[in-house]
């Protein structure tokens, strides 16, 4: 039995993604491993979604897709998105 100790990243969907490269000793394919986990102290952690909230979203995005999307709100998202972020020419670039 080997040893890795990394730093890991949990996304919301629940995958796991190592944030080092792998030990020689280590190779791609299926393994058991068992985790011991302590907080990342001064690092953002981000958020964790459940497998009920994602399930949730994915039901929306349907109802969404079903209703026609939102053409008939955003005619044409490029200046929608301009006119949000108020985008500005800059000077000497008129």
């Given at each position: 039995m080997n040893t890795l100790e990394t730093d890991i990243e949990i996304a919301a969907?629940?995958?796991v993604k190592?944030?080092?490269p792998l030990p020689a000793w280590l190779k791609p394919g299926r393994m058991h491993a068992v985790?011991?986990?302590k907080a990342v102290h001064g690092k953002r952690q981000p958020p964790t979604a459940t497998p009920e909230m994602l399930l949730k979203r994915r039901e929306a995005y349907?109802?969404?897709r079903e209703m026609g999307g939102?053409?008939?709100v955003i005619p044409d998202p490029a200046?929608?998105?301009r006119e949000l972020r108020q985008d500005?020419?800059?000077p000497g670039r008129e």
């Amino acid at each position: 039995m080997n040893t890795l100790e990394t730093d890991i990243e949990i996304a919301a969907d629940g995958s796991v993604k190592l944030l080092s490269p792998l030990p020689a000793w280590l190779k791609p394919g299926r393994m058991h491993a068992v985790m011991m986990l302590k907080a990342v102290h001064g690092k953002r952690q981000p958020p964790t979604a459940t497998p009920e909230m994602l399930l949730k979203r994915r039901e929306a995005y349907q109802e969404l897709r079903e209703m026609g999307g939102l053409s008939d709100v955003i005619p044409d998202p490029a200046v929608w998105q301009r006119e949000l972020r108020q985008d500005r020419v800059m000077p000497g670039r008129e």
